[in-house]
């Protein structure tokens, strides 16, 4: 008897029919003589609905009930699989995060989970009760509910495989896999049999969100095999995991692109010790974190300072800038939300030259102007005004020759 962890996102949980669907997939892997723990999201759309409600109701919604408020859609999807299940005569149990307990830090909107209590879901486990888990949220030591960033179904479900050592970890979603790139918005994308953990940070990060970046980090320091998998058939799906001598054959693996990030520039800033520590720090503080960053090469002794956010962040980020600002007597504050970053990602670039030339050459080909680059040992970035996305994620995904045969929307 294995113990298996089985995930199912927010499409996959879109309507009282496909939870039926859903329910239908858990049986069949309880039948097998599984135990199973069963981690879902709110049905599809309904975070964004809460999030919309909490940025109506105020400009700065309070963090601690901006959490109690989002955290609520997966509790009517805990309610209505486990009401499912029953129906049909399984054993099911739903928990919400803090009754598990999966216990994080206080970090509102973004908590790390910390640890996860095993006692309760075990005794229900070896009844033979099949454990539904509400995804994307936690509870701190304080007892306030907390949730684990968008997308953060994919930690909660990986933390327990984790927590609780299980043998299976399976991510449902609404496509087979991880592919070459998004498969709804480039037709030639191929999907990836097996994708190293770093590959799959990298990509995570980058905005391709089959997972989230945090679900990535936990399976690689556990070791915990991901199967991304459709719940719309049986098809076999994308094994996240170590990487093997096969993979670095491969020059790039995936193209990413992000469309939720914003610029914000400091122009005229003096250039001078200290100035990149004075506009960052009040924005670290508040826990936003700043991803890329250019600075100009300096004129009379004056500079530009751009870097970029989450959009979620952008709001607070440029109230705090705006202050900073004033206090470096900067000329001004600049912003830019139609950008998109790029970005291509192989381990295999670790070994091969001539990767950057050949993206740069590509988009320069098509008119596409970089804004900004960052680049690590595994991956390039570049920022792009957002009309170019779906153009300079085709060219790429051609110029490093990742069409494939198989039809990303079977
Ligand atoms: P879920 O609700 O199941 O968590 P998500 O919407 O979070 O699903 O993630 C699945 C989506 O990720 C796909 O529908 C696809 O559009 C997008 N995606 C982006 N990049 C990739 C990629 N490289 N491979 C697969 N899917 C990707
Ligand atoms: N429902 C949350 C979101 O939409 C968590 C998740 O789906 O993973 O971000
Ligand atoms: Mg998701």
């Not at 309880?30 to 999201?41: F, L, Q």
């Not at 149990?93 to 994080?104: A, D, E, F």
């Not at 998004?182 to 990060?205: F, G, H, T, W």
């Not at 690590?376 to 045969?405: C, P």
């Amino acid at each position: 008897m294995a113990l298996v962890v089985q995930k199912y996102g927010g499409t996959s949980m879109g309507t009282v029919e496909r939870i039926r669907n859903v329910a239908k997939r858990v049986a069949k892997t309880y039948d097998a003589g599984n135990d199973m723990i069963v981690v879902v999201s709110a049905m599809s759309g309904e975070t964004n609905k809460l999030v919309a409600f909490a940025n109506d109701m105020c400009e700065f919604p309070d963090n601690r009930e901006y959490d109690v408020l989002v955290a609520s859609g997966e509790q009517v999807s805990i309610a209505l699989l486990a009401m499912c299940l029953k129906s049909m005569g399984y054993k099911a149990k739903s928990y919400h995060g803090w009754q598990v307990p999966i216990v994080t830090d206080s970090v509102f909107s973004k908590a790390r989970i910390e640890k996860i209590d095993d006692k309760k879901v075990r005794a229900d486990l070896k009844d033979g009760t099949i454990i539904i888990v509400a995804g994307f949220q936690g509870v701190d030591k304080e007892g306030n509910v907390t949730t684990l960033g968008r997308g953060g179904s994919d930690t909660s479900a990986v933390a327990m495989a984790a927590g609780l050592k299980a043998d299976v970890c399976e991510i449902y979603t609404d496509v087979d896999g991880v592919y070459t790139t998004d498969p709804n918005i480039c037709q030639d994308a191929r999907k990836i049999d097996k994708v190293s953990y770093d590959e799959m940070l990298e990509l995570a990060s980058l905005g391709a969100k089959v997972l989230q970046i945090r679900s990535v980090e936990f399976a690689k320091k556990f070791n915990v095999d991901i199967h991304v998998r459709s719940s719309f058939n049986d098809n076999p799906g994308t094994m996240v995991t170590k990487e093997d001598k096969d993979m670095e054959t491969v020059l790039v693996s995936g193209i990413a692109y992000d469309k939720n990030e914003a610029k914000i520039a400091v122009m005229h800033v003096p250039d001078k010790p200290g100035i990149a520590a004075k506009l960052l720090s009040p924005l670290s503080d508040a826990n936003i974190s700043v991803d890329m960053i250019v600075q100009n090469v300096s004129e009379a002794g004056m500079t530009d300072f751009t870097f970029t956010v989450t959009k979620a962040d952008f709001k607070k980020a440029l109230a705090i800038t705006k202050e900073s600002a004033k206090e470096v007597n900067a000329r001004d504050v600049v912003t830019d939300e139609n950008i998109t970053k790029v970005s291509i990602v192989g381990v295999g670039m670790r070994s091969h030259a001539g990767v950057a030339t050949t993206m740069f050459e590509t988009l320069a080909r098509e008119g596409i102007n970089i804004q900004m680059i960052s680049t690590s040992e595994i991956k390039i970035s570049v920022v792009v005004d957002n009309k170019y996305t779906e153009l300079a994620v085709r060219v790429l995904h051609d110029a490093f020759g990742l069409a494939g045969k198989s039809a990303a929307m079977e």
